[in-house]
């Protein structure tokens, strides 16, 4: 269903992405947002899934100017080498790269962003700080308390794990109460990483929760 192609950002870097579009007509489009795993098979088959619902979908691939054509799984020696590309951030050339994405699509429609992990912090701050979006969504992105103090300028909606062990339950209540123009789910019980069918800590439950909400937040932003 997908591609994988070439973007150049503003600075001139070129850097991979993957892009899926709908068989029909597209109702817009999406930028997801990578886990700190790369643009992997979790990320590509959101992106194919997105394109199910309609939506061409397009992952950039935001660690291309560290190491270009990264991916993981997630054993935990594969987790612990992934997290040394946020060891020490670039959030700048993140959103930079997150803009040219955004760029790329929106002659389509309206453009929404969805992003995991790294990437629910990363869409956060696009829908603070980047241009051409309609919504915004994110999951347990454990940077976005850092973000709050800034107001999105799109609708935006968030995801978390009730459990999750990075995110503590007092920082996503200290979002909530910073934000309440920005719509919060709690998901009970779930872990980090829960809406991935690839990781020892995904929850159906949750997850088949949380994706009809972003759909249908999408469906009545994105028009």
Known sequence: MGQDIRLKASDDFELGAYRADP????????????EIFGVNHHIRAVCDRLAGEGYVAIAPAIFDRIQPNFTSGYSPDEIAV????VANPDWAAMLRDTQTAIDAVKSIGPVGIIGFCLGGSIA?????KLSGLSA??????GAILRFADDRPSVP?????GEKDAGIPLA????IKAKRPDVEVFI???????FHCDERASYDKASADLAWPRSMAFLASHLR
């Not at 068989?23 to 990578?34: F, L, N, R, S, W």
């Not at 920082?171 to 200290?174: G, H, Q, R």
């Open 23 to 34: 068989t029909g007509a597209p109702k817009g489009a999406v930028v997801v947002i990578q």
């Open 82 to 85: 992934a997290r040394k590309f």
């Open 124 to 128: 956060y701050a696009a829908a603070t």
């Open 136 to 141: 915004a969504i994110g999951y347990y992105g």
């Open 156 to 160: 935006t909606q968030l995801h978390f």
């Open 171 to 174: 920082d996503v209540e200290t």
């Open 187 to 193: 998901c009970p019980g779930a872990q980090h990483g």
